[in-house]
């Protein structure tokens, strides 16, 4: 029949011409020069493939999975694709969907080239049933089917009709069960019932029967028989029963990556002598390895186990001599399904059917519009479904920023109390020592100062006195790791340093050694060696103030001529707190955006769920926006707990504007986000995911100036900090915070700018990944 639509005489298999190769070759090659265009009839077919190469790997060792493969797939019948497992079917369907791109080749289905605008492929002319089952456990089988109904955009009546009528033909249970909880093979109905559900034109069934008892097998299969008999439905088929196909139309038999034969069942089994499609299909693949072998000895065992008939097939021929892309080019369009065809249509109609209009076949960013209401509609009351079947999951997404803020606030940033100094303290006697007490005495009075002043030191409470009898005790103390550091005080302090205030420029040599305080510190660690150093002279200073004043002499006398005044902005003693807060409050929406919605996308790809939406016609950017509407909600709740505990609770300073710091949050949770759609858009496994989450996780903290100021930083960091996506937000946040900064200020409104811009790339990058990153 389509042969002739071309002006082609079909070519028997059974020949003259087919004992001879050469002579066959150059009259196919002939007919195929003379013939006019094929592209009317192939966009006429429900599925045409024409000279397809697919590869997985690398150019350098490749795994080439499809190699110069014809298909055609007449409308209206069910095309049985049959092939050993790993032989490619899957990668073929994918390709046919438009999930999957070839590496070269032609894909026609149902007159479009997959992903072109106006095809409706992918989209609502096709039913996909992947291999995978690819259904929400937690959604009711109703629920299930509810959702593909919407995005279909069936209305809820014809949903519910349809629900009934397949859970019937399938034999599936109450449709109130939840999909988790059915059998394996119930699963695999139900995923057919999705497929089924819209009646597509284009079914494409990937292996649907598996687990299927035989009396479910043969009324699935009666149903397939019916909806392809008024012509309208087509049906690819996959399956490992071979001998189920004698019921499909058409049967693709794929081996080595190419077609080994194209026809009806019945006319194979007559062509090649077999008393089943087992038979066929065996010595078809002895006839391709003598092709492959035509040069070598041809394995002796399979010639004389299997007798093949002398049929010519261009396709079994996969010697180097042929232009197979030539050959396969004519022999694709010139299949003869004689038998196939249930009511095949009269040749000279063929000619004069409508061609389908021109398609614009280039990549368009989705396939027919933007974005369509019914599929966000759909999206987001799935996701919305999802959240609320796993709220143990949303709760603990909700309550970890409160978990993490409070931990944070309880952990870091306070002074640390308790650290040990060894007093080597020479102006108290041995009774002194042994109790451990060193008796303060208020007033102006001078006796045993030393004592005045280490009572202070003790009241602030960060230090605790251990007093030794001697210098070279205490530093053992601090050798052994149970002192911070010691201090020394001379038996005659109290006396020396009266005579050194007193003597002022006169003062001795002997005197100022005698009233100084001697301090030897474990400086291993940083921060407690500048918070003793830090609380050692800030006491002294107090010691000598309320010595001085208890007795009337101007304290100013005995401090140093340097003056801290009220600060223009934060508090005379920083809080490291209110250094880190801004940043640890970013990096935990960030972080934790990136984590949910990584999470959430991966979840989605891996259970296959994304892939059938996908080909159901969902574009990238409808499932990037719904899935924003329904993480904002979390996010957003994360945003304000966090804020709560931050402010409400510990009270951490807040000088500006809190709606300032809650749109700052927001924004850093969007970025988050969208980065997350980044990762989960450009990695394959969850493992890759976390370890990418992991890896920008620690460079976003050394790098944006959250811990340690960007000033302090090697200057080429300097630079790449700068354009970081957190560095401007958190300088932005800590002027907010600390400064009372508003919008005005082009500190504050940089970190708006940039956090914005970071999202909106990610946004982007994100769409481009979901679009252009096929297999
Ligand atoms: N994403 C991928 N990356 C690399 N190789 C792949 C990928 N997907 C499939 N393959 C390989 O391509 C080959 C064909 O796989 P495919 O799933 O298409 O086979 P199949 O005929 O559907 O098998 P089955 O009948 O067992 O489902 C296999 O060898 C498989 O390992």
Not at 266 to 272: A, E, F, N, T, V
Not at 540 to 545: A, E, G, K, L, T
Request: charged residues 20%.
């Amino acid at each position: 029949m389509d042969a002739e639509s071309e002006g082609v005489q079909p070519v028997e298999p059974t020949t003259a011409a087919a004992s001879n190769p050469e002579t066959d070759l150059g009259h196919r090659r002939r007919l195929f020069m003379s013939q006019p265009s094929t592209l009317a009839l192939r966009r006429q077919q429900a599925v045409c493939v024409r000279r397809a190469h697919k590869m997985y790997g690398s150019k350098k060792s490749p795994n080439v999975i499809l190699d110069g493969l014809n298909m055609t797939v007449p409308k209206g019948t069910i095309y049985g694709l049959l092939g050993a497992s790993g032989c490619g079917k899957t990668t073929l369907l994918s390709c046919i969907v438009g999930r999957r791109r070839l590496n070269s080749g032609e894909i026609w289905v149902l007159g479009g080239r997959p992903g072109s605008r106006g095809s409706g492929v992918p989209g609502p002319r096709i039913g996909y049933m992947p291999q995978e089952v690819a259904l929400y456990g937690e959604f009711t089988m109703r629920e299930t089917l509810i959702y593909f109904g919407m995005i279909a955009d069936m209305s809820r009546r014809d949903v519910e009709d349809r629900t009934e009528f397949l859970l019937k033909l399938l034999n599936l249970p109450n449709g109130s069960k939840f999909v988790k909880n059915l059998s394996g093979g119930q699963q695999r109905r139900m995923s057919l019932a999705a497929a089924l559900l819209h009646e597509p034109e284009l079914l494409i069934l990937d292996e649907p029967t598996v687990g299927v008892d035989p009396v479910l097998r043969q009324s699935i299969w009666d149903h397939l028989v019916d909806i392809t008999k008024n012509g309208n439905t087509t049906v690819i088929i996959t399956t490992h029963y071979i001998d189920e196909c004698a019921q499909a139309h058409v049967i693709g038999l794929l081996r080595g990556g190419r077609m080994l034969a194209e026809e009806s069942p019945q006319l194979l089994r007559q062509q090649y002598s077999a008393e089943s499609l087992e038979e066929v299909f065996l010595k078809l693949a002895v006839l391709q390895n003598m092709g492959k072998r035509r040069r070598s000895s041809i394995a002796k065992e399979v010639i004389d186990n299997v007798t093949v008939p002398a049929i010519s097939n261009p396709a079994l021929d996969l010697s180097d001599e042929q232009d197979n892309a030539e050959i396969s080019g004519e022999f694709g369009d010139n299949i003869s399904m004689t038998s196939a065809i249930p009511d095949p249509i009269p040749t000279a109609a063929v000619s004069a059917l409508p061609v389908p209009p021109e398609e614009d076949v280039s990549v368009s960013f989705c396939n027919n519009q933007f974005m369509s209401s019914h599929h966000l509609h759909a999206i987001i009351w799935k996701n919305f479904l999802w959240m609320l079947r796993n709220k143990g999951s949303m709760l603990f997404v909700v309550g970890l920023p409160i978990l993490q803020t409070f931990l944070f606030c309880y952990a870091i940033g306070h002074d640390p109390t308790g650290l040990k100094l060894a007093v080597a303290n020479y102006e108290m006697n041995e009774e002194m020592i042994s109790k451990q007490y060193c008796p303060s005495i208020a007033g102006c009075n001078q006796t045993q100062l030393s004592c005045r002043y280490l009572d202070m030191l003790v009241r602030n409470r960060s230090m605790v006195m251990i007093f030794t009898h001697t210098d070279v005790e205490a530093t053992d103390l601090v050798r052994q790791g149970k002192a911070w550091g010691t201090l020394t005080i001379a038996n005659n302090f109290t006396e020396s340093l009266t005579n050194r205030i007193e003597s002022g420029r006169y003062v001795d040599d002997g005197t100022l050694d005698a009233s100084e305080l001697k301090l030897r510190l474990d400086m291993s660690d940083q921060q407690i060696a500048t918070l003793l150093f830090r609380d050692l002279v800030d006491t002294y200073y107090s010691f000598v103030d309320h010595q001085l004043s208890d007795c009337d002499i101007n304290p100013g006398i005995a401090r140093i001529p340097v003056i801290y005044q009220e600060p223009i902005y934060g508090a005379i003693i920083p809080s490291f707190n209110d250094f880190v807060a801004p940043g640890v409050i970013l990096t935990i929406i960030f972080f934790l955006s990136v984590a949910i919605t990584t999470g959430a996308m991966l979840l989605e790809r891996n259970e296959g769920m994304l892939e059938r939406s996908l080909v159901a016609g969902i574009t990238g950017p409808e499932i990037l926006f719904s899935l924003l509407v329904t993480q904002f909600t979390v996010m957003f709740s994360q945003c304000v707990f966090a804020l709560l505990v931050v402010f409400y609770f510990f009270n951490t300073t807040l000088m500006g504007s809190i709606w300032s710091v809650l749109t700052m949050c927001i924004l850093s949770g969007l970025c988050g986000m969208s980065y997350g759609f980044v990762i989960s858009c450009a990695v394959d496994t969850d493992r890759t995911a976390t370890y990418v989450a992991m890896g920008s996780f620690l460079p976003n903290v050394m790098l944006c100036g959250i811990i340690w100021p960007v000033e302090g930083m090697y200057p080429l960091l300097r630079i790449i900090s700068k354009i970081m996506p957190l560095t401007k937000p958190v300088e932005s946040l800590r002027s907010i915070l600390q400064r009372g900064w508003g919008l005005n200020e082009p500190t504050v409104y940089y970190g708006f700018i940039t956090i914005t811009t970071w999202a909106v790339v990610f946004m982007f990058l994100s769409i481009l990944l979901l679009k252009f990153k096929k297999g």
